[in-house]
C-alpha cells in the first residue's frame, strides 16, 4: 500500500518502493523459514530476461562510459532477478496474506490517484503548501523552470512537473481493478473496479503526458477486446510486441521520409520526436548487430543534438540528452539487432505466460502488457532507475492479483463453494 502510493505521488521514490517491497518479502520469508520458496525452475520468461539483460551487461565492455554502463546494467538484472525472486514467493503464499496484499494494492493506489486528481484539480496546491512549509528556496528544487517564485515563496508550477507519475497510474491501473476483483465482495467488486479505471482514466487524460494517454486507451481496448476474444487478442499482442521491437527502426525512418515530422495534422510535440528517432535510427545503421553498448546514448546524446541542430539549422530541437524516447529503438541503438532479438523474445515468451493464466486474469494481464508496451514504446529511457524499478514492481503487483483471481475463480467453480 505504501509503495504503490508513494510510486504515485512520486515516480521518483520507485527505487526506494521496490526495495522496501523486496526487503518486506525476504523478511517474511526469512522469519517464517520459507525462503527456499524464492527458489523455482526458471520457464522461458526467465531465461530469455536473464540473457536480454546479461547481454546488456557484457555490452558494458564497448560502451562510451563502460564502468556507468556496467552499474547502470547490474542495477537492471538485479531488478529483474528480485522481480522473479518476489512471484516464486507470491506463487506460494498463504491466501490470508496475499488478501492483505491485494487489499494494500488497490488501496494505495486508490490514495495516489486521489492525491494526483486534487493536486491537477487545485494546480498543486499540496505540493505548493509542503514546499513552502518546508522553506525551500530557489535551486533547491529542480528543474528550476518548472517553479515560479515571488517574495522567496513557491507560487506556481507548471503542470509538467506531475507527468512522470502518470507513467506509474498508467500500468498499475489494471492489476489494481483485478486485485479488487480477487478481494472485494462480488456484490461491489465491479462497482468498485469501474470507479477506480474511471477516476484513473480522468486523471490521465486531464494530465500532460500524452504517451500515458494512448497507453490507457490501448490497455483499456485490449481489456475489452479480450474479455470476447482473449485468445485472438493474445496473438495481437505478440504481433504488436514483435512489430515493436523489430519493425521499429524501419518504420522510424519510413515515418520521416514520408515527412510526417511536417505534417499539420501531427502534434507538433509528436513531429519532433519523429526528428529524434529518425536521427537515432541512423546512428543505429552504423552499428546495426550488436550495438554501441549500453546506456552509451546518455553520452551521445548531446553530441547527437548538437550535430542535429546544426544540420537542420534549427537550434530550438528537443535534447535528445539521454534516452531516444523510445526503449525499443533505444535497444537496437545500444544493444542493437542481438539485443532487439532477445527483447523480441522475452516479450513473446511473456505472453505465452499470459494466455496460460486463467480466463478471468488475461484481460488485465492483457491490459497491463499493452499499456506497458506503448508506454516503453515512446516514453523515458530504458537504464533510468525509477523507470526499470516501475516495471520491476509493476510484474509483482500483477503477480499478486493474478493469484488472488485465479483463487478465486477456482473457489467459485468448486462444487463445494456455498456461493
Known sequence: ????????????TLPFCFGLVLAS?????????????????????VWYLAAFLGYAVVSSAWALVPSAALVTTVYGGLIGAAAVLMLHLIGREDRPN??????????????????????LASGQGIKIFLYNLAELQPGDLAPPQYFTWSDGKIVAIVREDLTRSMA???????????????????????VLSIALVLSAAAVILGAWHETSKGAFLVGLAVFLAARLAPSVIGRGASVFWI???????????????????????IQ??????????????????????????????YFLGPSMERNLARSTGN??????????????????????????????????ALVQSIMALATTVRPYALATFASATVMAASSYGMWQYWYLAMFGLCAVVLGVSAR???????ASASPHNDG
Open 243 to 265: 512489430l515493436a521491437c523489430l519493425g521499429v527502426l524501419p518504420g522510424v525512418l519510413l515515418a520521416h521520409r514520408l515527412a510526417l515530422h511536417e505534417a499539420p495534422w
Open 168 to 190: 506509474p497510474v498508467t500500468i498499475f491501473l489494471w492489476p489494481a481493478a483485478a486485485a479488487i476483483m480477487g478481494v472485494v465482495p462480488r456484490r461491489c467488486a465491479a
Open 404 to 410: 488472488l483471481l485465479e483463487d478465486r475463480t477456482r
Open 1 to 12: 500500500m505504501v509503495a504503490v502510493a508513494a510510486a504515485l505521488v512520486s515516480a521518483k
Open 25 to 45: 518479502f525476504i523478511a517474511a520469508a526469512l522469519t517464517r523459514g520459507r525462503l527456499g520458496d524464492a527458489v523455482s525452475r526458471p520457464d522461458s520468461v
Open 315 to 348: 537550434e530550438q530541437l528537443p535534447k535528445l540528452s539521454t534516452h531516444a524516447h523510445s526503449v525499443f529503438l533505444q535497444t537496437w541503438f545500444e544493444l542493437g539487432l542481438a539485443g532487439a532479438t532477445l527483447l523480441t523474445l522475452f516479450g513473446l
Open 98 to 119: 496475499l488478501l492483505h496484499m491485494g487489499e494494500g494494492l488497490w488501496m494505495g493506489f486508490g490514495a495516489g490517484l486521489l492525491y494526483l486528481a486534487i493536486e
Open 268 to 297: 507538433y510535440s509528436a513531429q519532433q520526436r519523429i526528428i529524434i528517432w529518425n536521427d537515432t535510427a541512423e546512428q543505429v545503421l552504423k552499428s546495426p548487430l550488436f550495438g554501441v553498448g549500453a546506456r552509451t546514448t
